[in-house]
């Protein structure tokens, strides 16, 4: 039982230190510049497209959202450590 609990808390701290990591990778200045440059490239791309390209067009939506899912990782992972944080400050 007491193995069960203290693996548990060692869970909630490698989630509380994995949401400062990710919270750091959201913040660093390279990160949020590649995030920029591959949308805003993207978006330029998809400008350039004629309406029957629909291939392309679909692989530069399916990039952005790929890239729009991965900064949503992130937000959740912070987000998550957070709660958890939380919940251990507050001795629940």
Do not use: C
Request: proline share 1%; glycine share 6%; aromatic share 6%.
């Amino acid at each position: 039982e007491f193995v069960k609990l203290e693996k548990k808390m060692t869970d909630k701290e490698a989630q509380i230190k994995e949401g400062r990591e990710a919270r750091a990778l959201l913040e660093n200045p390279i990160l949020i510049r590649s995030y920029e440059v591959i949308q805003n490239q993207a978006f330029q791309d998809w400008l350039r497209t004629d309406l029957t390209e629909t291939d392309k067009r679909e692989a530069i939506y399916h990039s952005v959202v790929g890239t729009l899912k991965s900064q949503q990782v992130l937000v959740n992972t912070v987000e998550n450590g957070k709660i958890i944080e939380d919940e251990l400050k507050g001795g629940k």
